[in-house]
């Protein structure tokens, strides 16, 4: 089963203007079903998940691409990337074609040197995550990024009446992998600890050979308790018992592989009280839930992450809108010395919009009495929202409403 994705339309417009359409995400987010579902018979498919395929490309890189010519579907490039994109370059060089290359990876960050050096101005990076709620409802091509100014989505009564407080906690509670959230047969538990398994035995190794797999799964569990909390790699390293550069180096390798995010803080030179280390968000929050041990969505929705892991869901899918239409938003949170904290702020085009998110279904004016410390920072600021579970959208004050959570 495929479920049409937001991003197709912007892959499309980018093979047109690039040669190169470089996909990456975290592993089993659909990026080599994506890009098969586009190109259809009309381009060649190979995977250096091959073994002999991956010693063709690292040995011989030349006769990689006389076997394989363009147009050509590169699965998981990383493995080969250094001895890859010299070659990759030359004969985008040469040939000066639109969408010669499309390429799939794991490791985003870990490729972007290479990138860098080798195919400047040649190369679209996309971003994939999981699936949106809007592409798990089949309406994934109609999605726009959220603003909450903006008017609210249309929905249908159907999918909007399903959406209630257990549907919501099982969304966030199996996660929104494709093979997880589009098939109820497959087992959580089963899936989650095979996926576990196999990052750390190909990507975590790949990128820090790691030699202590118990550890690196200590940290990893440590980290997704930790989802929607300002970042803190002191106790994340005691609570894990590593040292605190094997904390931040292991944290850097769940950023390269698409596992975590950092929400940055805002700050201006103006202001020198706001806090300035990041949020950390787990991108999937069906891993965040399985590794911190919830065994069902009831005991999740009333144990003490409920409100982390709504959190951690609600930001992954604005990201999600703005990441699956080929942008890249500018998304911050606001956190003073006094403990004034807003939990999102989206800057698009010298405006602030900030948000909040709440696990209510009666939200009050009081919930967002910080946004008014924003006119300090000496920038417009846009309409505001509470994100919440109330079933409309109601005036909280004369520029913030509250949002449904079905509506982002």
């Known amino acids: 089963m495929y479920l049409p994705r937001t991003l197709e339309p ?68 990383q493995y080969a990337a250094a001895e890859l994109f010299p070659y990759i370059k030359m004969a985008v060089d040469r040939d000066l074609e639109s969408g010669m290359f499309w390429l799939t990876g794991s490791q985003q960050f870990h490729l972007m040197q290479g990138v860098a050096e080798s195919l400047a101005g040649r190369v679209a990076v996309l971003q994939l ?28 009564m159907k999918a909007e009446s399903q959406f209630t407080l257990p549907a919501l906690y099982r969304l966030i509670w ?49 980290t997704a308790a930790r989802t929607g909390q300002i970042l803190n790699l002191a106790d994340m390293a005691r609570d894990a018992d590593v040292a605190p550069n094997t904390a931040k180096h292991w944290l850097s390798i769940l950023q390269t592989a698409g596992v975590v995010y950092l929400l940055a803080p805002y700050h201006a030179n103006i202001s020198k009280r706001l806090v300035k280390t990041p949020k950390l968000y787990f991108l999937e929050t069906g891993l965040a839930a399985y590794l911190t041990g919830w065994s069902s969505p009831e005991t999740l929705e009333a144990g003490a992450m409920s409100g982390a892991l709504l959190e951690t869901w609600v930001v992954a899918e604005l990201l999600k809108g703005y990441w699956h239409s080929g942008r890249q938003p500018e998304l911050y949170y606001y956190r003073d010395k006094d403990q004034r904290e807003i939990d999102l702020l989206i800057l698009q085009d010298g405006v602030v919009y900030p948000l909040e998110i709440k696990k209510t279904a009666s939200p009050r004016p009081e919930d967002v009495r910080h946004f008014q410390t924003l006119e300090r920072l000496g920038l417009p600021i846009g309409p505001g929202g509470l994100i919440c579970l109330a079933q409309q959208s109601l005036p909280l004050t004369a520029t913030v409403r509250s949002i449904p959570v079905g509506e982002i």
């Open 174 to 222: 199996r996660g929104t992998l494709p093979a997880i959230a589009i098939n109820d047969a497959i087992d959580r538990d089963l899936f989650y600890s095979s996926y576990t398994q196999t990052y750390l035995q190909r990507d975590v190794r790949d990128l820090a050979r790691v030699g202590d797999e118990m550890a690196f799964l200590r940290f990893l569990r440590t």
């Open 10 to 77: 912007y892959i499309r417009q980018a093979s047109q203007q690039f040669s190169v359409v470089w996909l990456t995400g975290a592993r089993q987010v659909g990026k080599t079903t994506l890009f098969k579902h586009i190109s259809a018979d009309h381009r060649r498919f190979v995977t250096l998940d091959d073994p002999l395929v991956l010693n063709l490309a690292k040995t011989d890189p030349a006769l990689f691409l006389q076997r394989f010519p363009p147009p050509v579907l590169i699965d998981e490039v």
């Open 129 to 156: 995550l999981g699936l949106s709620r809007r592409e798990l409802l089949g309406e994934g091509v109609r999605v726009q990024p959220f603003l909450p100014g903006a008017a609210p989505v249309e929905r249908s």
